[in-house]
């Protein structure tokens, strides 16, 4: 029924898919990585005879892939209480971007294994979309991924779930809800607002930076306990432009570029060629209404240039 190799080359070409779902669904890119991993060592410890037996390895695939990433979000949420200050989801570049930009130095030569560089980038990766996405229960995460991100059928999902066709439509109209709040990244107009933002920032100019965000807006940071930052969000535009100013002060010889971040406008801030800050933003009637921080080192390896470079 076909040749190993057949067998193999078939199975590594659902890699890219797989990095997809699992990214979706934890947020993480060394978790989804590792939830790949884990999936296709399950397949190989099969019998062979068994592999031969399976009439969609995609699809085998997709269910361990998943239900490797439903436990492990399950077990997540008691990380995460543990988590020193704010858990952000890991921000993604765009390296693509950065090659037509000159900006290779700032991606480093990760090569083309490099998992992060497997992840289509669309709203459902938006930062804003999995911000949302952290606030569902696993069941539904993984229901309304599956389904109204990949389309996949209830009928395969509630194998994935032990639960009905039904319940498994439920959980993903349960989701959509929540999803429904959270607007589609408006990119027009939105690389303007960063860019006067960065320009603030960059002359300390309190005042355009209170123009330039929502009094409402929140900022959060995420350090890990790694690095310094603030552990509680910031709210308010004014607070937040202070914050901002007085990080300004703090930071000399900061350069702030403009960069996509999970396909959306953002901004990375490095010192002598080292990524330490990715900034990601939410912006509606031209101005900032939430800014998410990531200052996490193990978050930022894919942005970061080769160690010895």
């Not at 080292?274 to 101005?287: E, N, Q, W």
Request: charged share 25%.
């Amino acid at each position: 029924m076909g040749s190993v190799g057949a067998d193999a080359d078939e199975t590594a070409g659902e890699r890219r898919r797989l990095i997809n779902v699992a990214y979706r669904l934890l947020g993480s890119v060394t978790e989804a990585e590792d939830a790949v991993q884990d999936a296709y060592a399950r397949w190989y410890a099969l019998p062979r005879s068994r592999r031969e037996d399976i009439l969609s390895p995609g699809a085998w695939l997709t269910t361990v892939t998943s239900r490797i990433c439903l436990d492990l979000l399950g077990s997540a949420r008691a990380r995460r209480e543990r988590y020193v200050g704010a858990w952000l989801p890991e921000p993604l570049p765009d390296r693509a971007e950065g090659s037509r930009a000159g900006g290779a130095d700032l991606l480093g030569p990760t090569g083309p294994a490099d998992p992060a560089d497997q992840i289509v980038l669309d709203e459902s990766v938006a930062m804003a979309f999995l911000v949302v996405l952290e606030s569902m229960t696993p069941a539904e995460r993984v229901a309304f991924v599956l389904h109204d991100v990949f389309r996949y059928p209830f009928a395969e999902i509630a194998d994935i779930l032990g639960r009905t066709p039904g319940a498994a439509k439920q959980l993903a109209a349960s989701a959509r809800r929540r999803v429904s709040v959270a607007r589609a990244p408006a990119t027009t107009g939105q690389a303007d607002v960063v860019r006067h933002v960065k320009e603030a920032w960059e002359t300390k100019d309190i005042a355009a930076l209170v123009t330039l965000l929502d009094p409402a807006a929140v900022m959060t940071a995420d350090g890990g306990g790694m690095v310094g930052t603030v552990l509680r969000p910031v709210e308010g535009g004014a607070r937040i432009a202070q914050y901002m100013i007085a990080i300004a002060d703090r930071a000399p010889g900061l350069e702030l570029l403009e960069r996509s971040v999970n396909g959306v406008p953002g901004l990375v801030a490095r010192r002598a060629g080292v990524v330490l800050t990715v900034a990601s933003f939410d912006i509606s009637d031209g101005r900032v209404t939430r800014i998410w921080v990531i200052r996490n080192p193990e978050k930022l390896r894919p942005w970061a240039r080769a160690a010895d470079s």
